[in-house]
């Protein structure tokens, strides 16, 4: 079977790059294999997504002796299959290129192929066990990856906080599964899918679920490790983590909430949509506020796991209130927008994997110009920022279409909590996207727009042939996704199909190019002819420009108001632009102060501008809770140091009172 | 002779040890807190040939014999002449107030008389009221442990522990002889760790109290 | 094949008209400033000047400073054609609903606002920086608008809701009053009108679009300026749809049906125009900073008018 | 007893092999060849004790071979071998650093093989009383080698260690006199009533109260030498100042010995319906082990206590466990025993080499090892993520098992249980963390890498030891499986 000789494959590449890693041609080895390894799974979901009935399965004698290791591949998982091993094909051409030139690459290599290998197991696994495993080796692997420049502290801690942020989300699932398979412990997926919860039962399993997978998709207010740890990681990887990793932690959401989880009640739809709406819109502030690359992408993460939370609530919420049809449809704008963001994700982050292979550096401080330095990369960039900015014709848009369209149909349910919170979140939403817009425009304009602002961004030139490629495949993706929709979502209603049991309409009554879910009177988004109208129309301009008028054109100095200056300094930077921003939200939730400090008259200093925030939920959350362990923790290692007689003490107080208690009980 | 009467003379002896015990906790002075250690010894020496005597057990005249020779004699002698030997300042330090100590200790032979009670069915008269004591002879010892602070009444106060011990195995009708060997056994290894111990204290430090070992501790960090 | 033709028509009135509607505006405020102004139909005079001209580049530009005019233009153009103005019996109208509408504008504006920045000057990036937070608040308010009228009507698509509000099914609502007041809000600030932004200013310190826009020429100013008439139109024609369809021919309507309802059009226009002149003659610009606060103010009122139809479904 | 006896009962071999070479080795002058001596006799002790998978014999008055100990038996002689190994590596630095004498060295393989005896005994025992001497003579001959060293520090580990375990093993002597009075009525007198094999059958008729009397006093004192807290104080001090190879072997041979006595007699509890359930009182120590540990390793400095507290720590989940009881639990109970000791004397042998490489035990000290000596530094990265529960090693497994059973039952037992288990990973992640990168020390203090055979000898074992663990998390053999079940059903 192809999944099963791409997934043999994997770990020798590791054992191969462990034993090879000195021999620099090792590393395009292996990531080529990976390529290649990956390339089989993406053919292996596609082959498998058809929907037809009975998902083949595999019981291996591994793992838990009497449950063993059970997998399958269901539509869901077909699905996923494709989303993941896309993004991790793009990743691995690019890092054949990329992966052998990094410093540390000999701490990256070997971690790369067991990383893949995890996240595909997650998929696959049909029990907890093989689930827990896979899942915990994806952020084991990913972790040593984010270390893997160790000689920085920085990144020291960011991968510390990650890797006990993921074993809290472990320690979350694991319960979660105890309960579903009860006391007498049977761990297979199908006994899940059996049992009967309890009300006690199905509200801790939700919780547990919602706590487990959100902390590994970054859900507020559990993102705080996701920017530290995914810009840490050498770009091919952080694309993993932020493009896929972050969308196999959705996957085991799904699983749990709508799958083996019996029945949800709508409150968990409501609780979920608002949580993924003030993660959107604190995810996208953060985001615009950046001045790092890396740390911009990974904090669109956040914003785009939001929305596509916002998504699944609304799709737990219509099941939970037995509107099947309008369920499926949020279901089907969830998936959409986890499709499209690990694709656009993944190119925005090869591309930055790009520029700091051409320029060495990450902050938009030293960027600037690399357009005319870097077409291919700055094209393939500028598709993925119009597509995560949710432009039309791109694919961001129509999952955000789709998202609001199943949004607007809230109302109907007869809870006032989401009579009232549907037209918040909406809110939340929109504002979302147009901030996303914002944020794109400023990074895309600084980066890759204007003059450069450092040398060795005036000597940038456009990388591999392998690596351009990678991008423009993505970018093709983009395109594609967006151009013809419909597509795309009936191959989305065989996976909605088995979990909300309704063959939702995609394009009702209009036919192919006509995106009309449930019925066309609601309203319908055609991008395909959008885009014959739009490039006709496009062509009609031009050319009616250039009849009616002059073709002279003439290169000049910028006019500038009549002043240039030609240091790249008087250019707009990253706080410059998000200063109107920054003033009109960041005050309030970031407590931004500035000050300015002027020299004295006659002072030839410069002047300074210094901008103060500070992280609400670092500062509200985790740092309390970091003061309250060590204050224990002071208190608890007194007991290192007491005397022999005190020790003496403490066994003869454990005597007494143990003597008591039985006393007592028999007493009873 | 009648079952009431050998019970009575076993519950005496008994008793007599628990009241060492809490001599022990009574004293002002090593050399006393010697001397009483030994009488408990004695104490126990009697009840344990008693047993003897009256479960025809004869094995456990060796018991009775290790108490008297070793306990009541050798190892007072030893102590004392270490402590002449170092020179150790004569007087228990406590770290608990004598009067409190003995209120504790006879809460604990409250405690211990009150787990004993419910042990009625099968098990003998005999057995239940000399467990009582020997619970409480254990508890006792540990108390001394933990109340004072010389090295050489804690080791005191480990053999009275010990003593407990042997109570309640003289007692319990028919226990074979591998646990008093075992008892002796290790009392001697005791014993000998201990010189040990002394002996490289000696080494290092001018006093026996426990309180210069423990100036590290471990691991500050 | 109706439809056909009267999108047809719909495409060339759109962009026909956008010049005259804005320098009609411009007219109207030379009127009430006291001055004679230009005549209405100077900004065709002056779009065609402008294609004469030679267009200078900035050495610095790329390629994507050449493409926005053009991208911007089509995208707007592109939008207008779908708004019904005199018909909603077009045969494109329901390739894009009122959401797909607000993104196609925001296309215009992110190529705009890369184009600014693309230079490398410190007005461009000023002017990208503004109008991006203009957007970022006026967007919201769009959806949240568009939000209320699906409640109301059941859909999103422009003709639709036409048909329902014709239909009569609709009343005089609270919340759609505070729509509308919502949209005007939105639609000032996105046509950089008074009191966000000033379309006749180039004080530096002061200007949004404007700045953006600085260093073209020639043609690709052109394009720009096209581009801006025709939004202009497009919002009043919005404007005018949603809140005041009556005269709009519905499918079926025939020729006649279409001219009264191209009639009703053309006096909706100029009213709302006259109305805008009036608004910005009577009120001073502010302050950037203050943008949030009236915009913000603009998305309070579309979730305003969402919640307020509780209210009117409670009663 | 005769020559053809031994090898009639391999049982009695595997015994006199380790007490007749712990006298011979005592009087053999070379520590060099006494130290490839004590391997290769810790290597026939493992062969011979690998015959009992083979035929099992028939249990006599005073050994016993059943389910339980057999593995036990198997684990503790094949750690003791590999131990053996590492520790002629170890013993060959320390002397040529000349911490220790001649003297020293040879009184030190002979108590190894001394404790490796008793050990051996107290698992096989078929009397409660022979066991509780084995276990005594453990603690005798494990402080002499603590105080090994004859630092200030090592002399008062030992103190510690001798004063808490003699006073814990006087109370389990309590206790097991107590299970004697309970039996005796029944069993009549003499040594029946303290033959487990006899016992077991009989547990139920036994005096309830005298039972629950003697529990508390085991509990106590046994769970001293298990190291539960709070009754753990010398545990770590041990660890820390004895010879690198002993704390090896105490972490993950002796502490398994006491708990499997304290096991031994829950079984007889459990076997009688009228006890009150010894479970609660279990749990609640290995809660407060768990608590505790979590929180000291947070402000730990010294390497070896470090690990030393994560034995606690685990010893803690264990007794937790056992006492939640039921199939899965005590599976996972019996499964955490092995995989602990496996990798838990992997890390120790780590241990004495970066000791020994770098010549420091302080953590901030020990930076980059990753860098500095890969083999070792990714061998003791993945023994420290075995230990702190990480798939795909066997630690993951029996947590995966106690914490999910645990929760399906008592779902507030589970939630103390998950964050101590939190909170000692947190705590490990971040000293792994600064061991294994960063910028290298400088090797000016210690003896910097190894090479050739010194290399094999300190990370062969290690390497071993964590290929067993990693293989054991994904694939449990099936007699290992049947083993455990027998025995969980056993303990109720």
Redesign the interface.
Same mark, same amino acid.
């Given at each position: 079977m192809l999944i099963a000789g791409a997934l043999m494959t994997l770990p020798l590449l590791a054992v191969f790059a462990i034993l090879a890693g000195r021999r620099d041609f090792s590393h395009g080895v292996v990531y080529a294999g990976c390529f290649v390894a990956s390339a089989a799974l993406l053919a292996g979901g596609l082959q498998y997504l058809g929907g037809h009935s009975g998902a083949p399965s595999a019981v291996l004698p591994l793992g838990l002796p009497w449950i063993k290791a059970h997998f399958r591949i269901d539509n869901l998982t077909a699905l996923f299959l494709l989303i993941i091993n896309l993004s991790a094909a793009a990743a691995s051409a690019f890092a054949v290129g990329y992966g052998g030139h990094l410093p540390q690459r000999r701490r990256v290599t070997p971690f790369y192929p067991i990383f893949l290998l995890a996240m595909n197991l997650v998929l696959l696994a049909d029990d907890a066990f093989t689930f827990l495993v896979a899942w915990e080796c994806m952020s084991l692997a990913s972790w040593l990856m984010v270390v893997s420049d160790h000689k920085d502290a920085e990144n020291r801690r960011a991968g510390t906080v990650y890797v006990i942020m993921a074993v809290f989300g472990t320690f979350c699932l694991l319960p979660c599964f105890g309960l579903l398979a009860g006391p007498g412990g049977d761990y297979t997926f199908d006994a899940m899918r059996l049992r009967e919860l309890g009300s006690l039962g199905g509200f801790l399993v939700a919780l547990l679920a919602i706590l487990g997978t959100g902390s590994k998709a970054g859900l507020v207010p559990l993102h705080a490790w996701l920017p530290l740890a995914h810009p840490a990681a050498p770009s091919h990887v952080s694309a993993l983590m932020s493009g896929v990793m972050t969308k196999v932690a959705l996957y085991g959401m799904i699983r749990i909430l709508l799958d083996l989880h019996g029945e949800l009640s709508w409150h968990w739809g409501a609780a979920l949509m608002l949580a993924g709406g003030v993660t959107a819109v604190l995810g996208v502030l953060y985001a615009v506020l950046q001045d790092d690359l890396k740390k911009l992408l990974a904090y669109s993460t956040v914003e785009n796991i939001g929305v596509a939370i916002i998504g699944l609530g609304l799709a737990i919420a219509f099941k939970g209130d037995g509107q099947k049809e309008l369920a499926a449809l949020a279901l089907v704008a969830s998936l959409y927008h986890m499709a499209n963001h690990s694709v656009f994700k993944t190119l925005l982050f090869l591309g930055s994997g790009a520029v700091i292979a051409a320029t060495g550096h990450r902050s938009l401080g030293a960027l600037? #110009?690399l357009?005319?330095r870097m077409p291919w990369t #700055?094209a393939a960039f500028?598709v993925g920022a119009?597509a995560i900015?949710?432009?039309?014709p791109l694919n961001g =848009?129509v999952s955000e279409?789709l998202i609001? *369209?199943s949004?607007?149909k809230g109302?109907s349910m007869p809870h006032w909590a989401m009579?009232?919170g549907v037209?918040?979140v909406?809110?939340f939403l929109?504002?979302a996207?147009?901030?996303a817009?914002?944020c794109f425009?400023?990074a895309?304009?600084?980066a890759f727009? #204007?003059?450069p602002r450092s040398d060795a961004a005036a000597e940038a030139c456009d990388v591999s042939f392998g690596m351009r490629a990678s991008m423009a495949a993505l970018a093709v993706a983009c395109v594609v996704m967006g151009v013809i929709p419909v597509t795309v979502t009936d191959a989305l209603t065989h996976v909605v199909r088995p979990l909300t049991g309704i063959d939702l309409a995609v394009s009702a009554d209009?036919g192919w190019p006509?995106l +009309?879910p449930v019925s &066309?009177?609601?309203?319908?988004? +055609?991008a395909t002819?959008?885009v014959m =109208? #739009?490039l006709s129309? =496009?062509a009609v301009?031009?050319f009616v420009?250039?009849r009616?008028?002059?073709q &002279?054109?003439?290169?000049?100095?910028?006019?500038?108001?009549g002043h240039?200056?030609d240091i790249?300094e +008087? *250019?707009?930077t990253g706080p410059? =632009?998000? *200063?109107?921003?920054r003033?009109?939200f960041g005050h309030t939730i970031f407590q931004a102060r500035e000050s300015v400090t002027m020299p004295e008259p006659g002072d030839t200093a410069p002047a300074k501008h210094t901008v103060s925030m500070i992280d609400p939920i670092w500062q509200g959350l985790y740092v309390p809770l970091g003061k309250a362990v060590d204050w224990i923790a002071d208190h608890v290692n007194k007991l290192q140091y007491l005397t022999v007689r005190g020790y003496l003490l403490m066994m003869f107080g454990t005597l007494v009172f143990m003597l008591l208690v039985v006393a007592v009980r028999q007493q009873l | 002779m009648s079952q009431q009467f050998s019970y009575d003379i076993a519950h005496l002896i008994g008793a007599t040890v628990l009241m060492a015990g809490f001599g022990l906790l009574y004293q002002r002075r090593v050399f006393a807190v010697l001397n009483t250690f030994a009488f408990q010894a004695v104490a126990l020496a009697a009840a344990a040939a008693w047993q003897a005597h009256v479960q025809h057990a004869p094995h456990l005249y060796v018991t009775a014999a290790i108490a008297l020779l070793f306990k009541a004699m050798a190892v007072p002698f030893a102590l004392h002449w270490l402590i002449e030997k170092l020179g150790i300042h004569r007087t228990v330090e406590t770290a608990l107030s004598i009067g409190w100590t003995m209120i504790v200790g006879v809460a604990l032979v409250a405690l211990s008389i009150m787990l004993v009670l419910p042990v009625t069915a099968a098990a003998s008269a005999l057995t239940r009221e000399s467990l009582a004591l020997a619970m409480s002879v254990v508890l006792l010892g540990m108390l001394m442990m933990i109340t004072r602070r010389n090295a050489v009444t804690q080791v005191v106060g480990f053999m009275a522990l010990e003593n407990g011990l042997i109570l309640a195995a003289v007692s319990a009708k028919g226990m074979p002889l591998v646990v008093e060997i075992s008892i002796a056994f290790s009392v001697l290894v005791a014993m000998t760790v201990f010189g040990i111990f002394f002996f490289r204290i000696r080494e290092r430090f001018d006093s026996l109290d426990v309180a210069y070992l423990e100036s590290y501790r471990g691991d500050r960090s | 094949m109706n439809a056909i033709l009267w999108q047809a028509v719909q495409?060339l009135l759109v962009v026909a008209l956008a010049p005259l509607v804005t320098g009609y505006v411009r007219w109207v405020k030379a009127r009430l400033q006291g001055r004679r102004g230009a005549a209405p139909w100077q900004p065709y005079r002056d779009l065609?000047r402008?294609?004469?001209?030679?267009?200078?580049?900035?050495?610095?530009?790329?390629?994507?400073f050449r493409a926005a005019p053009?991208?911007t233009?089509?995208?707007v153009?592109?939008a207008a054609?779908i708004v019904p103005t005199f018909t909603t019996n077009m045969v494109?109208a329901?390739?894009?609903?009122?959401?797909?509408l607000v993104?196609?504008l925001?296309?215009g504006?992110?190529w705009t606002?890369?184009a %600014?920045?693309?230079? @490398?000057?410190?007005?461009? @990036?000023?002017g990208?920086?503004?109008e991006?937070?203009i957007?970022?608040?006026?967007?919201?308010a769009m959806?949240?608008i568009?939000?209320s009228l699906?409640?109301v009507s %059941?859909?999103?698509?422009p003709a639709?809701i036409v048909a329902f509000v014709l239909a009569g099914n609709v009343g005089i609502e609270v919340s759609l009053g505070l729509a509308l007041a919502a949209m005007v809000m939105v639609a000032i600030a996105e046509n950089g009108r008074i009191p966000i932004d000033n379309p006749a200013t180039?004080l530096?310190l002061t200007m949004v679009h404007e700045a953006m826009v600085?260093?073209y020429s %020639?043609?690709h100013l052109?394009?720009v300026e096209a581009a801006a008439m025709v939004r202009l139109t497009l919002y009043i024609a919005l404007i005018a749809t949603l809140f005041a369809p009556w005269g709009i021919a519905q499918p079926g309507a025939g020729a006649i049906g279409a001219l009264l309802g191209l009639a009703a059009f053309l006096a909706k226009t100029f009213v709302l125009g006259s109305v805008l002149a009036l608004f910005e003659t009577s009120i001073a610009k502010m302050r950037?900073?203050r943008?949030?606060d009236f915009l913000g103010g603009a998305?309070l009122l579309?979730?305003l008018a969402?919640?307020f139809?509780?209210v009117s479904e409670a009663v | 007893m005769s020559l053809d006896a031994l090898f009639a009962n391999p049982l009695l071999l595997i015994l006199a092999i380790p007490l007749a070479s712990a006298g011979f080795l005592a009087v053999l002058p070379s520590w060099r060849l006494a130290s490839w001596l004590n391997i290769v006799v810790s290597g026939t002790t493992f062969a011979a004790s690998l015959t009992l998978f083979a035929h099992r014999p028939a249990p006599t008055r005073l050994l016993f071979i059943d389910d339980f100990n057999v593995y036990l038996v198997a684990l503790t002689t094949f750690v003791g071998f590999t131990t053996a190994i590492f520790s002629a590596g170890y013993i060959a630095r320390e002397s040529a650093a000349a911490r220790l004498s001649d003297l020293h060295l040879r009184f030190y393989h002979s108590m190894y093989q001394a404790f490796l005896f008793t050990m051996l005994l107290a698992l096989s025992a078929n009397n409660t009383g022979v066991m509780w001497v084995a276990v005594e003579a453990a603690t005798l001959t494990t402080v002499l080698m603590v105080s090994l060293y004859r630092t200030r520090e090592a002399i008062e580990a030992a103190w510690k260690y001798f004063i808490l375990c003699s006073v814990g093993i006087g109370l389990a002597l309590f206790g097991t006199t107590l299970v004697y009075l309970a039996a005796q009525p029944v069993m009549g007198d003499g040594a029946d009533a303290m033959a487990w094999t006899l016992l077991i059958g009989q547990a139920a008729k036994f005096q309830p109260d005298l039972l629950n009397l003697a529990f508390v006093f085991l509990l106590v004192g046994y769970g001293t030498k298990v190291g539960l807290a709070p009754l753990h104080a010398w545990l770590p001090d041990a660890h820390a100042e004895g010879p690198t190879p002993i704390s090896a072997v105490l972490s993950g041979l002796l502490l398994n010995v006491a708990l499997y006595a304290l096991l031994r007699f829950k079984m007889l509890i459990a076997a009688n319906p009228d006890t009150l359930a010894p479970g609660p009182l279990m749990v609640l120590m290995g809660l407060s082990s768990l608590f505790l540990s979590g929180f000291m390793l947070m402000r730990r400095g010294d390497i070896k206590r470090l690990f030393a507290y994560s034995s606690i720590e685990h010893m803690g989940v264990m007794t937790f466990a056992f006492g939640m009881g039921g199939p899965l639990a005590n599976f996972a109970g019996l499964l955490h025993m092995t995989m602990h000791s496996l990798t838990k004397s992997g890390i120790f042998f780590a241990v004495g080499a970066i000791t020994q490489n770098l010549g420091t035990k302080r953590l901030n000290e020990i930076t980059g090892l990753t860098v500095s000596h890969p083999a070792l530094g990714w061998g003791l990265a993945v023994a420290v993520l075995a230990i702190a529960g990480m798939p795909p090693m066997g630690v993951f497994m029996s947590e995966f098992l106690v914490v999910s059973s645990t929760f399906a039952r008592q779902p507030l037992l589970a939630v103390p249980l998950i964050v101590g288990l939190l909170i000692a990973f947190a705590a490990l992640a971040t000293r792994l963390t600064g061991m294994l990168f960063g910028e290298p020390q400088p090797a000016q203090r210690g003896h910097g890498g190894r090479t050739g055979l010194s290399s094999w000898l300190a990370y062969g074992p290690l390497w071993l030891h964590v290929t067993m663990v990693v293989v054991a998390g994904l694939y449990l053999p099936a007699p290992l499986v049947q083993w455990f079940e027998t025995v969980a059903k056993m303990l109720g």
């Open positions: 600037g #110009g357009l005319n #700055g500028l119009a900015a949710s432009l039309p =848009f279409w609001l *369209q949004l607007f109302p009579k009232f037209p918040v909406g809110a929109a504002l996207a147009a901030l817009a914002t425009v400023r895309y304009g600084i727009l #204007g003059r209009l006509w +009309s &066309a009177t609601r309203g319908a988004y +055609s002819i959008l =109208f #739009g129309l =496009f301009a031009i420009v250039h009616l008028g002059t &002279a054109t003439r290169r000049a100095d910028p006019w500038d108001c240039p200056e790249p +008087s *250019q707009y410059s =632009f998000a *200063q109107p921003l003033r009109a | - | 495409i065609y402008l294609l004469q001209k030679e267009a200078v580049i900035a050495h610095s530009a790329s390629w994507i053009y991208v233009f089509a995208s153009w592109l054609c494109l329901p390739a894009a609903d009122l959401i797909a993104a196609l925001a296309v504006r992110f606002a890369l %600014g920045m693309d230079v @490398g000057t410190s007005f461009g @990036g000023l990208a920086s503004r991006m937070l957007a970022s608040l006026a967007e919201p959806l949240m568009t939000f699906s409640l %059941g859909t999103t698509a639709k180039h530096e600085l260093e %020639g043609r052109a394009m950037v900073f943008y949030a998305l579309g979730l969402t919640i139809l509780y | -």
